[in-house]
T-cell receptor, first 112, second 114 residues
């Protein structure tokens, strides 16, 4: 079965610094990959998605992610984080009607 | 558009009680989903409905039942609640017209079973 791994449970970054959140997937076929963000007490909001084509995808709020098939990775990046980026971030795999497989999430803490 | 709505927002049950979580979407989506979120576990799929009139089990269906009442509504029922079902429950929907459609999530229901 497909799985999604987010190796970092918590990450602390200083405001204004760059950010990279890691995501690895295990599935042989063309993956459909997503990054969602969850602010405290809220639902999930889609940041970006990858299906095919250009391996660098742009999302909302200044986020981008790069798909690397050779590394089975889909890492999320932002060049300069803001305090409002503090949240839980989920990488997910899936396509079609039968639901998403989520990683366990990375909790992002922003230091002033 | 309200998107995906869920009721109630919070609920406390005693072990053995039953309840139904309600979900509705106004985006004319074909597919709907129920997930549970537990600390350190991410979201796990309980049940889904690919289209009106169909339902299928997800990763963690035990102890739950679902009903796709119509295209808009998809409910989740706990017949005899257990403390292990303490969780945050999210409903989601997806257009289903293309393989790359995203899922849209509701705000969640926080359930505590004592």
């Amino acid at each position: 079965a497909q799985s999604v791994t987010q190796p970092d449970i918590h990450i602390t970054v200083s405001e204004g610094a760059s950010l990279e959140l890691r995501c690895n997937y295990s599935y042989g076929a063309t993956p459909y990959l997503f990054w969602y963000v969850q602010s405290p007490g809220q639902g999930l909001q889609l940041l970006l998605k990858y299906f095919s084509g250009d391996t660098l995808v742009q999302g909302i709020k200044g986020f981008e992610a790069e798909f690397k098939r050779s590394q089975s990775s889909f890492n999320l990046r932002k060049p300069s984080v803001h305090w409002s980026d503090a949240a839980e971030y989920f990488c997910a795999w899936g396509g079609g009607a039968d639901g998403l497989t989520f990683g366990k999430g990375t909790h992002l803490i922003i230091q002033p | 558009n309200a998107g995906v709505t869920q009721t109630p927002k919070f609920q406390v049950l005693k072990t053995g009680q039953s309840m139904t979580l309600q979900c509705a979407q106004d985006m004319n989506h074909n597919s709907m989903y129920w997930y549970r979120q537990d600390p350190g576990m991410g979201l796990r799929l309980i049940y889904y409905s690919a289209s009106e009139g169909t339902t299928d089990k997800g990763e963690v269906p035990n102890g739950y039942n679902v009903s796709r009442l119509n295209k808009r509504e998809f409910s989740l029922r706990l017949e005899s609640a257990a403390p292990s079902q303490t969780s945050v429950y999210f409903c989601a929907s997806r257009s289903g017209t293309s393989v790359n459609n995203e899922q849209f999530f509701g705000p969640g229901t926080r359930l505590t079973v004592l």
